[in-house]
């Protein structure tokens, strides 16, 4: 049998967001999901698209959730799991949910009425550590913005809004799974990730120091090193610390 890494950007991510880590990695899938604009039809395409018979699906922010859809298709082929800056609920009922899909409408009018790396300037600041917001990290961010399109945006919007709840799915997982966190990260919070390791039996908690929400950019030395080990943990090569 034959296995593959498979990474998952997140919203408006592309590639760059792993680019320091596919090296270490080897061969990787990296998905562009296009104008896909539910979560299970990004998993459906990863899993028609990946080319290997067990995947290591690591997943990063709206990617991690991507990555849970993948395993609830296809659990006999996922080998591993990375969940990095991420989530697992649905989106909350009420006036909760309400104001998160009108501000994310109000980002997707940015991006119509001035364009993508003005919606960038409004929305990346609190993505990275206020001390990087003058560095070549948060250039790289708003640049991966902009090579989006505001259709993509109201697609991913569409699919975040949407997003099924996986709180009973992680009982289920069993397979090699590593959970990473910044630790300041303001969007995905570190007390959601502990909830997840505490509901995934077996699974890895890392926390990345001096990071914000886009750990594989912001800390990507120490990303790469847990990712690493993540590999090797579920290809049987190596076990996790």
């Keep these: ?17 792993w680019a320091d880590q596919r090296g270490a990695l080897g061969a990787c899938f990296v998905a562009d999901y296009g104008t896909r604009d539910s979560l299970g039809a990004m998993a459906d395409y990863v899993l028609e698209s990946a080319e290997g018979d067990r995947l ?21 082929r996922v080998a591993g799991l990375a969940l990095l800056d991420t989530g697992y609920t649905a989106r909350a009922a009420g006036e909760a949910g309400e104001n998160e899909c009108a501000q994310r ?19 990346a600041p609190g993505m990275v550590n206020a001390d990087r917001h003058d560095s070549e990290v948060y250039e790289a961010v708003l640049d991966m913005i ?40 303001q969007w995905s919070p570190l007390a959601r990730h502990e909830e997840m390791h505490a509901r995934i039996r077996g699974s890895k908690l890392r926390v990345i120091e001096r990071s914000g929400h886009m750990c594989t950019m912001e800390r990507p030395d120490d990303v790469t090193e847990v990712l690493v080990e993540w590999a090797r943990w579920a290809t049987g090569s190596g076990s996790a610390r």
């Design 146 to 185: 902009e090579r989006s399109t505001p259709d993509q945006f109201a697609a991913q919007i569409r699919a975040l809004l949407d997003r099924p709840d996986a709180t009973a799915l992680l009982r289920d997982i069993e397979c090699p799974t590593m959970i990473v966190c910044g630790r300041d990260d």
């Design 56 to 76: 290591l699906v690591a997943g990063h922010s709206m990617g991690g959730r991507v990555a849970l859809e993948v395993f609830r298709r296809a659990p006999e």
């Design 1 to 17: 049998m034959t296995s593959q890494i498979v990474l998952l950007p997140g919203l408006l991510c592309d590639d760059a967001v």
């Design 105 to 123: 409408l109000r980002l997707l009018e940015i991006a119509r009425t001035k364009g993508m790396r003005a919606m960038g300037k409004e929305w």
